[in-house]
Structure formats: structure tokens, C-alpha cells
């Protein structure tokens, strides 16, 4: 199975800010990655698809890049309602797989 | 409107058996390049992706609990079931179902969840 790494597995940040999360596959699995965001109780949500498509509905200072092994996930300007947890995920070949996730929380 | 709910039971016994059902609205599972899928989190823990059905009854699970899993659809129903044998502690977890579309990432939708814990 393909494995995902995150890093950083959390930080701190402030309103405004710019954030970088980064997401590693251990093989090549073209642009077949999505970023989901997580609160508290709830189900994930879809933020990017495609490593790069923002999904409707979702602000853009979300945006994604990356292609083959190596994707970032980056909030251009960190808003209160962004303080959640971020997931990638790899539907380039079965089983898909998360990464460990990201905690961004308030600095 | 595209909505999935899953139910089935909140506690479980070790050894046990897991019967969870996504009931779902909005779209049909004889539609070619639709599938539904299940994942499970453990209380504070990661994602966890589990199975999907596809339109053509094409099945995926993950390898370390393929001896343990099996999923069925029932079209007519709108309903997919996910069964887990021999429940243990560590699968104590929140259950989601999730909608996909082959060659369409953005048309996935989830279900709220729902937590089974496994205890005796």
C-alpha cells in the first residue's frame, strides 16, 4: 500500500498568517491526491481534489500543488474558521490511503 | 440533494459481529462510475479507509482487514452494508460512508458518521 506522510503533524498559528502543509506519497501517484479539512464531530470535508482543484463552495486562499511524490497544501491567509485538521488523501491506487493529518490550531 | 446516512448499532461486544448500513438519497448505485465507500477514525486518531462497492459490484478493501470486511449493495434499497467480524476494543471507532465517482473526485459526498464502541 502507498503510504502518506504529513508534515508538520501540527502547529500554531494566527489569524492572517500564511500556512504550508505538506503531504509526501512513498510512490508516484501522479495528481491523484485530495485535502480534506476536519473539525471537531464532524465528517471531513473536501477542500482540493486533484492536487490542485478547489473544490466549489471552498474559499480561495485554499489552494493546492504538487504532483508524482510531493504536495503542499497552503491558506494563503489563516481565517478563525479555518482552525481545524487536515487530512491528504492518495486515490491513485487501492487501498486509498490518509495521510496522519495536521492540527492547526490558534497561536 | 445528495445525503447518506449510516446506522447500526453504538456498542458491540468483543468477538462480535458489525452490521453498519449507508442509506443514502440523491443518486443511484446502478449509475456507471459510482461507488460507495466506508472509513473509519478512532476517537482523536487518522482517517482510516476501509471499502468501496462500485456500480458494476467491483469491491477494493484494505489489505489488513480484508479477512475481516465484506461489502454489499442493495440497489433497489439505496442502501450499501458493510459487515466487520470478530470485533476487538481497537475498532472502537466513528463508521463514515462516502459517495465517489470514478474520474469525478469533486462529486464525493459523506454521511455524519456514527460511533461504535466496542466493549464488554
Known amino acids: 500500500a502507498i503510504q502518506m506522510t504529513q508534515s508538520p503533524s501540527s502547529l500554531s498559528a494566527s489569524v492572517g498568517d500564511r500556512v504550508t502543509i505538506t503531504c509526501r506519497a512513498s510512490q508516484g501517484i501522479r495528481n491523484d491526491l485530495g485535502w480534506y479539512q476536519q473539525k471537531p464531530g464532524k465528517a471531513p470535508k473536501l477542500l482540493i481534489y486533484a492536487a490542485s482543484s478547489l473544490q466549489s463552495g471552498v474559499p480561495s486562499r485554499f489552494s493546492g500543488s504538487g504532483s508524482g511524490t510531493d504536495f503542499t497544501l497552503t491558506i494563503s491567509s489563516l481565517q478563525p474558521e479555518d482552525f481545524a485538521t487536515y487530512y491528504c488523501?492518495?486515490?491513485?491506487?487501492?487501498?486509498?490511503?490518509f495521510g496522519p493529518g495536521t492540527k492547526v490550531d490558534i497561536k | 440533494q445528495i445525503t447518506l446516512k449510516e446506522s447500526g448499532p453504538t456498542l458491540v461486544k468483543p468477538t462480535q459481529t458489525l452490521t453498519l448500513t449507508c442509506t443514502f438519497s440523491g443518486f443511484s448505485l446502478s449509475t456507471s462510475g459510482v461507488g460507495v465507500g466506508w472509513i473509519r477514525q478512532p476517537p482523536g486518531k487518522a482517517l482510516e479507509w476501509l471499502a468501496l462497492i462500485y456500480w458494476d459490484d467491483d469491491k477494493r478493501y484494505s489489505p489488513s482487514l480484508k479477512s475481516r470486511l465484506t461489502i454489499t449493495k442493495d440497489t433497489s434499497k439505496n442502501q450499501v452494508v458493510l459487515t466487520m467480524t470478530n470485533m476487538d476494543p481497537v475498532d472502537t471507532a466513528t463508521y463514515y460512508c462516502a459517495r465517489r465517482k470514478l474520474a469525478s473526485p469533486e462529486s464525493e459526498y459523506w454521511g455524519q458518521g456514527t460511533l461504535v464502541t466496542v466493549s464488554s
Open positions: 488523501l492518495q486515490d491513485y491506487n487501492y487501498p486509498f490511503t
